[in-house]
């Protein structure tokens, strides 16, 4: 099967919309099967570059690729300030005036540097992280490549974990371990008056640093040393989702 399209004499036709089409959606194609083999069931994670850093309440990031939602979008360098306690999240933003038609952003836009045609891009945001669930966390953020490593090295298997009492599990509430990158999965609410501690991972299997879930209805804090699982309920009836939670150990 040739590779390219050509004449009778083998020279080269001419690109047509449809081809560059074509091998962008093979592109996108390619990288959601491979997040799908190597991010776990992740939709949105880091394919290359990305890498934040801060100084006092300054946040930056070099530029990058990542996957949001399932959609291929390019992270250009870019920089933010932040509030205490707020954390820094990437997420998605359209290039579109105000009639919501296409722009082509060519040049530096105040700290924002990017060459794209694409009516979207990736954005540093450092907000209240009360929609972590739709954006993409940079604290515990992995990047393809790490993920591929990870799934390569010893597998624990899913392990079931046991709620403490007033919890009650909706769907299996479970763990695993990949060499040094640890996942959780499964859903719980409250039966009763809860604890704080609503579960746990090995100590061994505990994160670096404290890592905090915020969302409108509920808090996780995931406590270093110990691999408490620490839950604050704000609305009664809720469901609290573990999936998609990960971290390097």
């Not at 099967?1 to 560059?20: C, F, G, H, I, V």
């Not at 990017?114 to 739709?134: Q, S």
């Not at 579960?199 to 408490?228: F, H, N, R």
Request: contains cysteine; charged residues 20%; glycine residues 8%.
């Amino acid at each position: 099967m040739k590779r390219l399209t050509t004449y009778a004499d083998n020279s080269y036709m001419p690109l047509w919309q449809e081809d560059l089409k074509f091998i962008q959606d093979n592109l996108i194609e390619v990288l959601t099967q491979l997040g799908k083999i190597f991010a776990y069931g992740n939709s949105t994670f880091i394919i290359t570059g990305c890498v934040v850093t801060n100084n006092g309440t300054e946040y930056s990031i070099t530029e990058g690729l990542i996957m949001y939602q399932g959609e291929l979008l390019y992270c250009p360098a870019q920089q933010a300030n932040m509030q205490e306690g707020n954390l820094p999240f990437l997420e998605r933003q359209a290039l579109t005036d105000a009639d919501g038609d296409k722009l082509m952003i060519l040049a530096n836009q105040s700290t924002e540097t990017y060459h794209t045609w694409d009516v979207n891009y990736a954005k540093l945001v450092v907000t209240d992280p009360e929609a972590a669930g739709t954006r993409l966390a940079l604290t515990n953020a992995l990047s393809l490549p790490e993920r591929i490593e990870a799934a390569m090295l010893n597998d624990s298997g899913w392990m079931d974990m046991t709620l403490e009492s007033g919890y009650v599990e909706v769907t299996n509430i479970s763990r695993r371990k990949y060499g040094k990158l640890v996942s959780l999965r499964g859903s719980f609410g409250i039966s009763s008056e809860p604890g704080e501690k609503a579960c746990g991972v090995p100590a061994s299997w505990a994160p670096l640093q404290d890592m905090e879930i915020v969302t409108p209805d509920y808090e996780l804090t995931i406590k270093k040393t110990t691999g408490y699982i620490i839950c604050t309920i704000i609305t009664p009836g809720t469901t609290v989702i573990l999936d998609n939670i990960h971290w390097i150990v």
